[in-house]
């Protein structure tokens, strides 16, 4: 059976919810405006995100905290910004907090708090929200072979019927936790309408250690440190943060950030090597003087013990262990070769990571919808007359932190506006 409205969101997720609230908002009364999802309860990923309290946004977001085309991001952002989230949220009943990483968090703690407002809003909106309809494909009427479509109703195919529509708004997602829904579906659709797809890779995916490693017996500790990576020995990314180990290998900001560049090297064929410092700062000469001197001053201190005023006990003893040394010889014991190895584990240490832990893991795609190829002022496809396309299908991914959230509101307000203002103009027209 095939029914019409005026805008169709495939997808409701953060994107998709976003455009479908300032898409009603900016549309007729008697505008009709549908969001279709493939799950049967809605926002999977908003409620498991920042350990179930969902990190909303950041108090500040850059262009540079983005992969992406620079230039896009910046514009994208300008358009509604993280002050802007912030007023959105409040003005949906939702007050944020910010903690001391900059993190903003709904007060409640909750990201129920979250969803149930966007999806209350949607309700007020007279938004038609249909779960446990997953769409398998748009078709643009007079489009083959990637021509362009005339301007008529594209249709939504899904699996109960066809739904025709003026403007779609396609808020997919990528691969990142298929559990919540998310199954790069999207870009087929995408594909089939003319558009290209970059290459995927999982991002703020944690990492998996080779077993000789130390990493299990220190699961559980947290320490600061500045991850190096390589590819093919050239260094492609440096950042400072916190480091989690686990009974499988690491995880924690730092990792989730630098994870992306290490998976990309790997993929494509490239000799890919993280390098750690657990002495975020300090080069291998001023550890090497200051280990020369404890050897003058303290000749008799243990590694251990001299150690662990820089670092965790634990993560100290091991390190010692990694660099072939009794954490209970004294300093002054050592040979040149020897220290000059130790100051290599602290500041140069090669994490033997085995592999990423995949999309079931990952919390956001790398990679997607070339940018190049939407109208930013808008989200438009250039590729699909009446089509726009928000949130993770696209190409950019931002750093930990809120700023996926971030870009997908942001994204959202684009394509929804976007969408009504163009179908004001097909009715006119």
């Known amino acids: 059976m095939r029914e019409n409205c005026d805008i169709a969101i495939v997808g409701a997720g953060a994107a998709g919810l976003a455009a479908a609230i300032f898409a009603a908002e900016a549309a007729p009364r008697r505008a009709r405006i549908e969001l279709l999802d493939g799950a049967r309860k809605l926002g999977a990923k908003i409620l498991i995100s920042g350990g179930g309290r969902c990190n909303v946004t950041h108090d500040r977001v850059l262009p540079e905290d983005f992969n992406g085309s620079r230039p896009v991001v910046r514009n994208v952002l300008a358009a509604f910004d993280e002050r802007a989230t912030v007023r959105w949220f409040s003005s949906l009943g939702v007050e944020l907090k910010r903690e001391e990483t900059g993190k903003l968090f709904p007060a409640s703690n909750s990201a129920r708090t979250v969803l149930h407002a966007l999806l209350a809003r949607c309700a007020e909106l007279d938004v038609v929200v249909r779960p446990g309809h997953r769409v398998l494909e748009v078709?643009?009427?007079?489009?083959?072979?990637?021509?362009?479509?005339?301007?008529?109703?594209?249709?939504v195919h899904h699996e109960h019927g066809v739904l025709g529509a003026r403007c779609v708004v396609l808020a997919t997602g990528g691969r990142s936790l298929p559990r919540t829904g998310s199954d790069g579906l999207g870009w087929e659709i995408a594909r089939r309408l003319g558009h290209s797809v970059t290459d995927t890779y999982p991002a703020l995916v944690p990492l998996v250690l080779r077993d000789e490693m130390f990493h299990a017996e220190l699961s559980g500790l947290s320490t600061r440190v500045e991850l190096s990576t390589f590819a093919?020995?050239?260094?492609?990314?440096?950042?400072?943060?916190?480091?989690?180990?686990?009974?499988?290998?690491?995880?924690?900001?730092a990792v989730m950030d630098a994870s992306r560049y290490w998976v990309i090297a790997r993929a494509r064929g490239q000799r890919a090597?993280?390098?750690?410092?657990?002495?975020?700062?300090?080069?291998?000469?001023?550890?090497?003087?200051?280990?020369?001197?404890?050897?003058?001053?303290?000749?008799?201190?243990?590694?251990?013990?001299?150690?662990?005023r820089w670092l965790p006990d634990r993560l100290a003893a091991a390190l010692v262990r990694a660099s072939g040394l009794d954490p209970s010889s004294a300093i002054g014991q050592l040979a040149r070769d020897q220290r000059r190895g130790l100051v290599?584990?602290?500041?140069?240490?090669?994490?033997?990571?085995?592999?990423?832990?995949?999309?079931?893991?990952?919390?956001?795609?790398?990679?997607?919808?070339?940018?190049d190829?939407?109208?930013?002022?808008?989200?438009?496809?250039?590729?699909?007359?009446?089509?726009?396309?928000?949130?993770?299908?696209?190409?950019?991914?931002?750093?930990?932190?809120?700023?996926?959230?971030?870009?997908?509101?942001?994204?959202?307000?684009?394509?929804?506006?976007g969408a009504t203002a163009a179908m004001r103009a097909t009715a006119r027209g």
């Open 139 to 155: 078709t643009c009427p007079g489009a083959s072979d990637g021509e362009p479509a005339a301007r008529e109703r594209l249709a």
């Open 232 to 253: 093919d020995d050239k260094l492609i990314d440096r950042r400072a943060g916190s480091l989690l180990f686990t009974h499988f290998g690491i995880s924690g900001p």
């Open 344 to 371: 290599h584990s602290l500041v140069g240490f090669l994490l033997p990571v085995e592999r990423d832990r995949g999309w079931n893991f990952a919390e956001v795609t790398a990679g997607g919808v070339p940018l």
């Open 373 to 417: 190829e939407i109208d930013y002022r808008s989200m438009a496809s250039r590729k699909a007359p009446g089509l726009y396309l928000a949130g993770e299908m696209l190409e950019c991914d931002g750093r930990i932190g809120g700023f996926n959230f971030q870009w997908a509101w942001a994204t959202g307000y684009l394509a929804g506006r």
């Open 273 to 308: 090597a993280l390098r750690c410092s657990f002495l975020p700062g300090q080069s291998f000469e001023q550890v090497e003087r200051e280990l020369i001197a404890a050897a003058k001053s303290r000749p008799r201190a243990s590694l251990a013990r001299l150690l662990a």
